[in-house]
């Protein structure tokens, strides 16, 4: 993510190669969804989340792929990878992204989206031992926290009656560096550039994007751009959160931050970041699954499970 404010970074890309091809189809378990969400179930994900090499270039990156695809498939009715390439100018290297796109009741017109990007990132420019800033980092909570409250929610919201929810994990958002290169949230904005693709009707009517949500000193504020964009989704979100009782959720703004959000706001979509910017472990080496807590995760789950929830039930008594 890229905090409003700092300089723009120029567009470089080689053409791009779009690939999207259905993995399964009606793999959806007939078993019936649980009722409440399980903060323990999401750190079990993020367990197995930071085992795997997300970031560019990296050898098992093929494997983290499918891993996440598998989960996914466990609880959707089709998965769909789309790939492209994209030029990081500072390395000179070429990179292949892939966005993970997860459909539940693919028929319904009534669409939310939920998204996480699931890359981690090849760099640590803010790590304070300068010997450690050009390795990978685990990217526990950014965005491995994302990912899997994510792969634990869909779990929940099989079998709505009146919408489907589209999960989509976007590659590349961690692309982008502080001085020069090439650009942050290459795979939201490459989603968003072919958005007919999987909508040639109606767009999705909320789309919420997790980052940094497992922060053990949890403090969620309303981000600058979605209480522009997206008044109405900001708040509905947060008056869940107060109607659950959870603490940390404060309706005030804090941080205008481009992210995944960003692409889907420039089209006119309702579109939410829920993210703790206030983490010092940001883009360093200290980005471990010891930030993160479970009770965090389940707090984020439970806010997103009813607002799926909440919006079904009011378009089935319709």
Same mark, same amino acid.
């Given at each position: 993510m890229l905090v409003a404010g700092c300089a723009l970074l120029v567009v470089l890309t080689i053409g791009a190669i779009a690939t999207c091809a259905v993995l %399964? %189809? +009606?793999?959806?378990s007939p078993a019936a969804a649980p009722s409440s969400f399980s903060g323990e179930d999401a750190f079990s994900q993020l367990r197995d989340i930071v085992q795997l090499q997300r970031w560019y270039g990296a050898g098992g990156r +093929?494997? !983290? #792929?499918?891993?996440? =695809?598998e989960r996914l498939r466990a609880n959707v009715d089709t998965v769909e990878r789309q790939s492209f390439q994209r #030029? =990081? $100018?500072v390395s000179g290297r070429t990179f292949t992204l892939t966005n993970l796109v997860a459909r539940q009741n693919p028929r319904a017109k009534r669409r939310l989206l939920f998204g996480s990007h699931w890359d981690s990132r090849l760099w640590a420019e803010e790590d304070p031992d300068p010997a450690q800033r050009d390795? $990978?980092?685990t990217g526990a909570n950014d965005s491995g926290s994302g990912v899997a409250v994510l792969l634990a929610l869909a779990k929940h919201t099989r079998g709505l009656a009146s919408i489907g929810i589209d999960y989509v994990l976007f590659d590349g958002e961690e692309f982008g560096r502080p001085q020069g290169g090439a650009p942050y949230c290459q795979g939201s904005s490459y989603f968003v550039r072919t958005i007919e693709t999987f909508y040639p009707g109606a767009r999705p009517e909320a789309v919420v994007i997790l980052d940094m949500v497992g922060d053990r000193d949890q403090n969620l504020y309303w981000e600058v751009s979605s209480l522009r964009r997206a008044p109405e989704l900001t708040r509905e979100i947060w008056t869940a959160a107060s109607a659950l009782g959870l603490p940390g959720w404060y309706p005030q703004t804090r941080h205008h931050i481009i992210d995944d959000q960003t692409p889907f706001q420039e089209l006119g979509i309702p579109a939410v970041l829920i993210i703790d910017y206030d983490y010092p472990p940001w883009h360093t080496q200290s980005d471990t699954i010891d930030k993160v807590s479970p009770t965090s995760l389940g707090g984020v789950g439970a806010v997103l499970l009813k607002l799926a929830r &909440? %919006? &079904? !039930? %009011? +378009?089935a008594s319709r």
């Open positions: %399964r %189809r +009606g793999s959806a +093929g494997h !983290a #792929l499918d891993v996440l =695809e #030029l =990081e $100018p390795r $990978p980092i &909440d %919006r &079904d !039930a %009011r +378009g």
